[in-house]
């Protein structure tokens, strides 16, 4: 009987941590900047814009070496750190050819305010009308990327928008599928106030979709990479990795980049076909 309390105690205290703590155990910020894309000799413009609901956000915006007219990639980051974190990426990013713009959700880095799920759509919001307004783009020159929690993030924008492009990387189903699969024993998902639902924005998407995964990936199964792919509409296709949940784009840089590269030249021969 003592053991089948102390089970009983074990599981109300992880419910009570997942309701009352899980701001806390989904945004991990970090207010102070670690660098700038300086440090690896990237041309960068710091960006101050506003959140759709008026929250002051910052940003870079890297304009690509070649091909000034070409696509934008709008960068939605994971859940932890700050944009600072992200050098390695734009490096990559600006490899391709490609212009970004990559930001800190509210109450990351720079940005005022606190991190929520309708909170980072607002400030999507703001991005994208950022680079439609200043820098005079169109929807078919962006491309939608958002890595991890990045993901579902970037999947909502590309539902609401039509960009050129959307890729995920390194994403997962929706937060309630996640919290499944690490408490299988517990009805944690009831309790969740976040969804993040990656799979129903992707299923409204209407542009080519790239998902990319990680086969090691330890913190968001491969599976939920491979079942986000099944369940895209076309024209899609899947990118395979290895190396962990934050390195596995650099474990695996020759694939990745060979990777984005066919999938680019894809979707820029299918914006100019007749």
Request: net charge negative; proline share 6%.
């Amino acid at each position: 009987m003592n053991i089948l309390i102390a089970i009983a105690c074990g599981c109300l205290l992880v419910l009570g941590l997942v309701f009352f703590f899980q701001h806390k155990l989904i945004f991990f910020p970090d207010p102070q900047l670690a660098g700038t894309p300086a440090q690896i000799d990237l041309e960068y413009e710091e960006v101050a814009f506003r959140a759709q609901d008026g929250i002051e956000l910052h940003g870079w915006y890297l304009p690509a070496s070649r091909k000034a007219d070409g696509p934008t990639a709008l960068f939605f980051h994971g859940n932890a750190g700050n944009i600072s974190y992200r050098l390695e990426q734009l490096r990559i990013i600006h490899s391709l050819g490609l212009s970004c713009f990559i930001f800190d959700y509210r109450g990351y880095g720079r940005s005022r305010g606190r991190m929520s799920e309708q909170g980072s759509y607002q400030d999507a919001a703001g991005a994208w009308d950022y680079l439609i307004r200043e820098k005079g783009l169109t929807p078919e020159r962006i491309i939608c990327w958002g890595r991890s929690l990045g993901g579902p993030i970037a999947a909502r924008m590309a539902r609401d928008t039509r960009p050129l492009a959307l890729i995920i990387e390194s994403s997962f189903p929706s937060i309630p599928v996640m919290a499944k699969r690490l408490f299988p024993f517990l009805p944690v998902s009831l309790l969740l106030r976040y969804r993040f639902p990656t799979e129903d924005y992707l299923q409204e998407a209407d542009c080519p979709v790239l998902i990319v995964h990680s086969r090691e990936d330890g913190l968001v199964p491969f599976d939920f990479g491979r079942r986000l792919y099944e369940n895209a509409p076309e024209s899609k296709k899947f990118l395979e990795l290895h190396g962990g949940h934050n390195d596995g784009f650099l474990v695996s840089e020759e694939v990745y980049v060979q990777g984005l590269e066919g999938f680019l030249e894809e979707v820029a021969a299918k914006a100019i076909a007749p």
